[in-house]
């Protein structure tokens, strides 16, 4: 095989954030603008808010992502099939205000073709144990709209647990949220209990 060939999948290897029996997961970029719009111009997608992102908009995402990861070195990212390298999802963690402060929130979004398959949980299990392992955040959030039962799921299996409701105004509409959360302790108890097992 050709020398090249190692170089690239070196590269790869380096760029993934976190990675999981399926997935692996890597910083978007400039060049991941095409997926993101497959995925937030799709109406079942992007049900929760309230519609579709027209390009502009779905510019400012990722935009906003870019300037996440060079403001706190972290965000959503692209999520990806090992066995095809197709894009389909976004995970990760994003920081978000809470009673006043900023916290560590598990983002996740994937496009439709792959809902059902046990993904969102899979990749949000491995940004939650980034975010603690790596990040060292105290605590874990995820704000869940309250119309979303397949994401308070995807919470719930990441052993998230409600414990308030919050309001958030998008597109001119209100929108209660539930607050899940899970602290490092919990975490860790989770954790030595699926190794047990």
């Given at each position: 095989?050709?020398?090249?060939?190692?170089?690239?999948?070196?590269?790869?290897?380096?760029?993934?954030?976190?990675?999981?029996?399926?997935?692996?997961?890597?910083?978007?970029?400039?060049?991941?603008?095409?997926?993101?719009?497959?995925?937030?111009?799709?109406?079942?997608?992007?049900?929760?808010?309230?519609?579709?992102?027209?390009?502009?908009?779905?510019?400012?995402?990722?935009?906003?992502?870019?300037?996440?990861?060079?403001?706190?070195?972290?965000?959503?990212?692209?999520?990806?099939?090992?066995?095809?390298?197709?894009?389909?999802?976004?995970?990760?963690?994003?920081?978000?205000?809470?009673?006043?402060?900023?916290?560590?929130?598990?983002?996740?979004?994937?496009?439709?073709?792959?809902?059902?398959?046990?993904?969102?949980?899979?990749?949000?299990?491995?940004?939650?144990?980034?975010?603690?392992?790596?990040?060292?955040?105290?605590?874990?959030?995820?704000?869940?709209?309250?119309?979303?039962?397949?994401?308070?799921?995807?919470?719930?299996?990441?052993?998230?647990?409600?414990?308030?409701?919050?309001?958030?105004?998008?597109?001119?509409?209100?929108?209660p949220h539930i607050v899940f959360v899970l602290t490092q302790n919990e975490w860790s108890l989770l954790k030595s209990q699926d190794q047990s097992t």
């Amino acid at each position: 095989m050709s020398p090249f060939f190692f170089v690239e999948i070196l590269k790869v290897m380096s760029e993934i954030i976190f990675e999981t029996k399926r997935l692996y997961a890597k910083k978007l970029t400039a060049d991941s603008i095409f997926d993101l719009k497959k995925m937030l111009q799709d109406p079942r997608v992007m049900y929760a808010y309230e519609g579709i992102f027209d390009d502009e908009m779905t510019e400012d995402w990722l935009n906003k992502m870019l300037w996440r990861y060079d403001e706190y070195g972290f965000a959503l990212n692209g999520i990806y099939l090992k066995t095809t390298d197709e894009m389909i999802g976004q995970c990760g963690i994003t920081m978000q205000e809470y009673q006043n402060s900023l916290v560590h929130e598990i983002g996740y979004l994937f496009c439709t073709d792959f809902w059902h398959q046990g993904y969102a949980t899979e990749a949000a299990k491995a940004a939650r144990d980034y975010a603690f392992t790596v990040l060292k955040a105290p605590r874990v959030f995820a704000f869940v709209r309250d119309t979303n039962t397949a994401s308070m799921n995807v919470a719930r299996r990441c052993g998230l647990k409600a414990i308030d409701i919050i309001i958030k105004h998008y597109r001119n509409v209100i929108m209660p949220h539930i607050v899940f959360v899970l602290t490092q302790n919990e975490w860790s108890l989770l954790k030595s209990q699926d190794q047990s097992t």
